[in-house]
């Protein structure tokens, strides 16, 4: 049972495009939405994060879209670069979870120059 | 510095054996995990603990043990590993287990079981 599904599986841009992210959650408890980015050899690092409480949150070329009533996420990212090129996860938990992030299955960005 | 590291990076190993992995955090964090990525990139979380008492401890065979040994360490013991045991295992750390307490990765473990 995926709580967290993510699409696209994989994703090409070209360079100065916008690449966009869909995550989609079942459990209306989760509260907090947090997005990774991880580079090949890496472990994931925080990008960005919302709570439900607003619809929208940006920061320099990143952006989380909520849509609470559809239960869906997204993460816009403008003026895509080649070194953007990673695999992104989004990840949602809910109070009371004592920091149990449940992680969509990722999405592999390739930004070609 | 390094936030959190892991040892070893890479861990190859026959099926049957018992190895460790160790993880230490310098953050000053009060919680660190341990999570499975598997060949499909699937991350997902074993155990948690927070000032040293295991506080997560999802659906792993019991051939898996954590040990904290104080606040800045957390180590993964395997007993009797298995081919499907080959992935990447990571460490991480958050300075609380509340809701929105960001989680530090380490650089992760390759385990290769033969």
């Known amino acids: 049972q995926q709580q967290v599904k993510q699409s696209p599986q994989s994703l090409i841009v070209q360079k100065g495009g916008i690449s966009i992210i869909n995550c989609a959650y079942e459990?209306?408890?989760?509260?907090?939405f947090p997005w990774y980015q991880q580079f090949p050899g890496k472990g994931p690092a925080l990008l960005i994060a919302?709570?439900?409480?607003?619809s929208e949150k940006k920061e320099g070329r990143f952006t989380i879209s909520f849509n609470k009533s559809a239960k869906q996420f997204s993460l816009h990212i403008m003026d895509s670069q080649p070194g953007d090129s990673a695999t992104y996860f989004c990840?949602?938990?809910?109070?009371?979870?004592?920091?149990?992030?449940?992680f969509g299955k990722g999405t592999k960005l390739s930004v070609k120059p | 510095d390094t936030a959190v590291s892991q040892t070893p990076k890479y861990l190859v190993t026959q099926m049957g054996n018992d190895k460790s992995i160790k993880c230490e955090q310098n953050?000053?964090?009060?919680?660190m995990y341990w999570y499975k990525q598997d060949s499909k990139k699937f991350l997902k979380i074993m155990f948690s603990?927070?000032?040293?008492?295991?506080?997560i401890n999802e659906t792993v065979p019991n051939r898996f043990s954590p040990k904290s040994p104080d606040k800045a360490h957390l180590n993964l013991h395997i007993n009797s590993l298995e081919l499907g045991d080959s992935a990447v295992y990571f460490c991480?750390?958050?300075?609380?287990?509340?809701?929105?307490?960001?989680?530090?990765f380490g650089p992760g473990t390759r385990l290769t079981v033969l």
């Open positions: 459990n209306t408890a989760f509260d907090y």
């Open positions: 991480a750390s958050s300075r609380t287990s509340g809701l929105e307490g960001e989680q530090f």
């Open positions: 953050l000053g964090h009060d919680t």
């Open positions: 990840a949602a938990s809910m109070r009371g979870s004592q920091g149990n992030l449940i």
């Open positions: 603990y927070n000032n040293k008492e295991l506080i």
């Open positions: 919302i709570r439900p409480d607003v």
